[in-house]
Structure formats: structure tokens, C-alpha cells
């Protein structure tokens, strides 16, 4: 009996000693939980940022009233300004586009806020030579050439690694060229405009390319193929994409053929004339005009009495003329339908080769503008010239769509012209 507590103590110390040793089991954490709260914004700040908003406003509200007023003021002013302008109150002129002995030509055709003039005048000058040499009246489409042309100014921009022009402006070779590489197709089939007025405007149309051009240039990128192709997509948005056909007399043509066997034109039978002293006459030289982006030099430079004796008999042997120059001078007034150069710019007897040099260099000529004569007269003593033009001020006056040119206008500010070689045989023979 005694020897037996000392077990059961020893069992009963044992079993407190296990059960101290072991630690009750530990809870676990609850874990944190993600809610959406309201966002609370500091009422101070968001009072000093109302604030600043409202007193943007204030100042937003005020720059646009100043700009308003200013604006408002700006025009009043513009809508009172005068333009220096001939009084023609003196001149004896042509009555009207009837009085001129008329070659054919199709009537006039508008170019709207383009600056493509000189793809409106080749193209108007061709279909007279159409009817001239075949007897057929066809109407051909402008914008067919102008499509190309865009084409061949980023293709010379990229070239000239971005030192070359990309603008509207032309020259009458440009259709040629066009019409060599891609034939051409009838109004038609190829109207160049999207719009429901169908009236023409290249504003964005240009600055498109430009920007694709700068672009190019930024990224050192010459690939034609690709580059030609983001321009060809543009061209289609903005004039639609050029016909591959064109339906003509119950045939299906390319434009190619439709050049050759409707047209039946020669292109190689058109040649075109300056009269500088910047090159030797009787060569042919480079017309040094931004216009001329590709640097032809296949112009015939002869002397300004040949250049104007060559002019006139074309026309009064019945052909007509695509002429290119300046249209900003006082004496030039579409509201009365004439160009004449007034005494107080220079009197028409010293009108000569250097007058007309010298305003080629001060640039008081340029080369604005690319017209078709098409008739002429003589009236008050003095010959003029029936031009159709599709710029915007010959829509001013009486007879919409053509100037009367006068002589002494002629002679000084128009600086090219571009004829059939037949109607100038005697000068060509001339050149070295």
C-alpha cells in the first residue's frame, strides 16, 4: 500500500507536467476585407479648385469676347477696304465674247477653291485641238491629270530625298506627261468630286499630302511603293479612285486607248514658248518657276517680239493657246471682264524685253495662273484676246468664265504659252 502513492503521485505529476507542456490551440486572424468608400475630397481644396475653375472660365469667357470684338473689327475694316483698280471708264473694248473671232472650245468650267488652273486650261486647250483636228466635241475630265500629277510630285519628293515641291500649281506639260503614262478619260468617267454640289476643293486634299510628305521626311522613309500607296489612298477618299475603263460609244476602253483611238491627239506635236533673258534665244531652256517642280528645260526661249508675233498668227490662223502668267495688276478687273496694263504702271510704247524682264526678277510678274485663249478682236485701235478662265473673278462680271486680254497685257505679264507646233513653224525653224 505504501509503495503505491508514490506511483500514483508520479502518474498525477506526469500527467500535469504533459498537460502544461502543451499550449492551447491559437485562433485564427480574421483577414482584412476590401470595401468602396465614398472618395472624400478635402472641402478646402476642392473650393480653391472651383475657384481657379470658375476664373478660367472668366478668362476663357473674355479672350473669346476679345477675339470676338477684335474678329467683328477685322472684317468691318476688311469690308471698307479698297483695291487699287484701272478706271475703265476710257477704254474702248470689245462688247462681248461674240464680237471675237472664236475658235471652238468647250464652255467654261470652274475650278472652285482648287489651285489646279493649270490642268483646267491644258484640258480645255486639248479639246479644242480634238475638235480642231477631228471634228469631235468630248469634254475630258481635269481631275483625271491633277490625280496623276500628285502622284509624280511625291514620287519626285521622295526622289530628292523631301527637296522637291508638293503644291497645286503646274504647268501644262504635266497633263502631257500624265496623258503619256496613264492615257485619258472623258468628264464623265472621271469627275473628281465627291460632294453633292460637285464643286471642287483641295483645301484638306493638299494638306493631306503635305503632311504625308513631311511625314516621309521626318522618318527618313523613300520607299515609293509604300509611300505612293498612302497617297493613292488618300487621293481615292478625297477625288475617288480613277477608272481602270470607261464605257465610250458602246466600247470599253482602257484610257490609253481611249487617248489614242477617240482623242487621236500627238503628244509630241505641242511645244511650249518663253521669252527671258535669263537663257540664250533661240535654245530651248528651263522655266524657272516653283511650278515647274521637275525643271523641264524643253521651253523654246525666243525674243518678246517673236513670242508675241507667234501667239498672234496661231490665233488668227484659228488655233488656241494655253497661256500661263500673272493675273494681280491693277488693270486686271474681273468685275468688268478685262486685263489691260494702265499708263501709270508703264505706257504700252515702253513696254519691251527688259520692262518685262525686270518684273520677272522683282517678282511684281509671277506665274499665278494658266489660262485658254481662244478668239480674238481688235477694238479702240489695239488687238485683244478672248480668254476662258476658270479661276474665280472671271465669274464677276458680265460674261462668266472669260477675260478680254489686251495687247500690252499680254506682252508684259504673260510669260508662257503652249500651241501646236503646225501654228508656229516659222519660229521653230529658228531655234539652234
Known amino acids: 500500500m505504501r509503495r503505491s502513492i508514490p506511483i500514483l503521485l508520479s502518474t498525477v505529476v506526469l500527467a500535469s507536467i504533459s498537460w502544461a507542456a502543451t499550449p492551447p490551440p491559437t485562433p485564427t486572424p480574421a483577414r482584412d476585407r476590401a470595401v468602396y468608400q465614398p472618395k472624400h475630397r478635402d472641402p478646402v481644396l476642392k ?10 472660365a472668366r478668362a476663357a469667357e473674355e479672350t473669346a469676347k476679345v477675339r470676338a470684338e477684335r474678329k467683328a473689327a477685322a472684317e468691318e475694316k476688311e469690308s471698307k477696304e479698297k483695291t487699287l483698280r484701272l478706271d475703265v471708264s ?7 465674247p461674240e464680237v471675237f473671232t472664236r475658235a471652238f472650245h468647250t464652255p467654261p468650267v470652274a475650278q472652285y477653291n482648287t489651285g489646279t488652273c493649270w490642268s483646267f486650261a491644258t484640258t480645255s486647250f486639248f479639246e479644242s485641238e480634238v475638235h480642231r483636228l477631228s471634228g ?3 469634254k475630258l475630265s481635269e481631275i483625271w491629270s491633277v490625280y496623276w500629277e500628285y502622284l509624280e510630285k511625291l514620287r519626285g519628293f521622295l526622289r530628292a530625298r523631301g527637296d522637291s515641291l508638293i503644291a497645286e500649281g503646274s504647268q501644262p506639260a504635266a497633263v502631257i506627261r500624265a496623258w503619256r503614262l496613264h492615257g485619258a478619260v472623258p468628264a464623265e468617267a472621271y469627275p473628281g468630286v ?8 483641295h483645301s484638306r486634299l493638299e494638306k493631306q499630302l503635305q503632311d504625308l510628305a513631311a511625314w516621309a521626311k521626318e522618318h527618313d522613309v523613300w520607299d515609293e511603293e509604300r509611300v505612293l500607296a498612302m497617297a493613292r489612298a488618300i487621293l481615292d477618299r478625297e477625288l475617288g479612285a480613277p477608272p ?3 464605257q465610250w460609244e458602246g466600247r470599253t476602253l482602257t484610257p490609253e486607248q481611249f487617248l489614242d483611238e477617240v482623242l487621236g491627239l500627238r ?9 527671258t533673258l535669263e537663257a540664250p534665244f ?3 531652256a528651263e522655266y524657272t518657276v516653283p511650278d515647274n517642280w521637275w525643271h523641264d528645260a524643253s521651253y523654246v526661249n525666243v525674243p518678246l517680239d517673236d513670242w508675241y508675233r507667234g501667239l498672234l498668227g496661231a490665233v488668227e490662223s484659228g488655233y488656241t493657246v494655253a497661256i500661263g502668267g500673272d493675273v494681280s495688276e491693277p488693270g486686271y478687273y474681273g468685275f468688268e471682264d478685262i486685263a489691260v496694263v494702265p499708263t501709270f504702271d508703264i505706257p504700252a510704247e515702253y513696254i519691251d524685253q527688259s520692262a518685262r524682264e525686270l518684273r520677272f526678277v522683282n517678282r511684281s510678274t509671277e506665274d499665278d495662273h494658266l489660262l485658254h485663249v481662244v478668239g480674238h478682236a481688235r477694238a479702240g485701235g489695239k488687238q485683244w484676246f478672248l480668254i476662258k478662265d476658270s479661276a474665280r473673278s472671271s465669274r464677276w462680271g458680265k460674261f462668266e468664265g472669260y477675260y478680254f486680254y489686251r495687247e500690252d497685257y499680254v506682252k508684259l505679264k504673260m510669260l508662257t504659252y503652249t500651241v501646236h507646233r503646225d501654228a508656229v513653224k516659222e519660229t521653230l525653224e529658228k531655234i539652234k
Open 47 to 56: 473650393e480653391m479648385e472651383d475657384a481657379a475653375d470658375a476664373a478660367a
Open 136 to 138: 469631235r466635241a468630248i
Open 282 to 284: 533661240w535654245t530651248r
Open 267 to 275: 503628244l509630241d506635236d505641242y511645244v511650249a514658248f518663253v521669252s
Open 194 to 201: 465627291l460632294t453633292p454640289d460637285g464643286r471642287h476643293d
Open 90 to 96: 476710257a477704254i474702248v473694248r470689245p462688247t462681248s
Open 244 to 246: 481602270e475603263r470607261v
